[in-house]
T-cell receptor, first 115, second 114 residues
Framework: GAVVSQHPSWVICKSGTSVKIECRSL??????MFWYRQFPKQSLMLMAT?????????EQGVEKDKFLINHASLTLSTLTVTSAHPEDSSFYIC???????????FGQGTRLTVV | AQSVTQLDSQVPVFEEAPVELRCNYS??????LFWYVQYPNQGLQLLLK??????LVESINGFEAEFNKSQTSFHLRKPSVHISDTAEYFC????????????FGRGTSLIVHP
C-alpha cells in the first residue's frame, strides 16, 4: 500500500510554545490530507481536512487559529499547535489519499506532551 | 451523515479461540466499510475493506468480515486468534459518493490471553 510518514513520532514541549508536526506521502501525490486527534482509549476525532493549495476545512469545535494546517504541496501537510497547553497533549494522526481513491492511508502518529 | 457503533469496548479471549468484533453503522447513502488495526503508539493499518461485490471480505492474516446490508453490520471475525492479534480495532464507514471521509467507531480492544 501507499506510505504516509509522520514526523516526529513523539515530542515534548513547554507550555506556551508552538510545535509543528509533518505528514508526508512518500510514494503518491496526496490531494487530500486529514488530521485526527486521539485521546487515550478513544476513537479518532477528525480535526480538519485539507486539499492541496486550499485552506483547510476545520470540524466544528476545532480552533483554526490554534491548530494551523498547511498543505502547500502534494506530498506535505503540516499541523502547527500554537501556544500549546497541557490539555493539547494527545496523539495526533494524519492520513492522506489521492483523488477518487476510496481509501486513506495513515501516518504512524505523533505523541505530543505539553509540560 | 454516517455513524458507527462498536458495541464492545473490550474483548478478552484466549489464544486459538475464535473471536467476533461487532460493528453496526447507520447511513442514508451507500457506504464503504473498513476495519483498521492500531498497535500501541502507532497509526492505523487497514485490515480489510468492503467497497462492492462479494459481501465477505478477507485479510491476509486470517480475519474476515461480512457486509450485511439488511442488518447494517460489518462484523469482524477470526476463527483462531494469536497473541500478536492483541490490538485496538476500529470499524469505519465512508460514503461511496465521493467525499470518502471515514467516520470511525470508538474502537474495540482485543486482548488475547495465553
Amino acid at each position: 500500500g501507499a506510505v504516509v510518514s509522520q514526523h516526529p513520532s513523539w515530542v515534548i514541549c513547554k507550555s506556551g510554545t508552538s510545535v509543528k508536526i509533518e505528514c508526508r506521502s512518500l510514494d503518491f501525490q496526496a490531494t487530500t490530507m486529514f488530521w485526527y486527534r486521539q485521546f487515550p482509549k478513544q476513537s479518532l476525532m477528525l480535526m480538519a481536512t485539507s486539499n492541496e493549495g486550499s485552506k483547510a476545512t476545520y470540524e466544528q469545535g476545532v480552533e483554526k487559529d490554534k491548530f494551523l494546517i498547511n498543505h502547500a504541496s502534494l506530498t506535505l501537510s503540516t499541523l502547527t499547535v500554537t501556544s500549546a497547553h497541557p490539555e493539547d497533549s494527545s496523539f495526533y494522526i494524519c492520513s492522506a489519499r489521492w483523488t477518487r481513491n476510496t481509501e486513506a492511508f495513515f501516518g504512524q502518529g505523533t505523541r505530543l506532551t505539553v509540560v | 451523515a454516517q455513524s458507527v457503533t462498536q458495541l464492545d469496548s473490550q474483548v478478552p479471549v484466549f489464544e486459538e479461540a475464535p473471536v467476533e468484533l461487532r460493528c453496526n453503522y447507520s447511513s442514508s447513502v451507500s457506504v464503504y466499510l473498513f476495519w483498521y488495526v492500531q498497535y500501541p503508539n502507532q497509526g492505523l493499518q487497514l485490515l480489510l475493506k468492503y467497497l462492492s461485490g462479494s459481501t465477505l471480505v478477507e485479510s491476509i492474516n486470517g480475519f474476515e468480515a461480512e457486509f450485511n446490508k439488511s442488518q447494517t453490520s460489518f462484523h469482524l471475525r477470526k476463527p483462531s486468534v494469536h497473541i500478536s492479534d492483541t490490538a485496538e480495532y476500529f470499524c469505519a464507514v465512508s460514503d461511496s459518493g465521493g467525499s470518502y471521509i471515514p467516520t470511525f467507531g470508538r474502537g474495540t480492544s482485543l486482548i488475547v490471553h495465553p
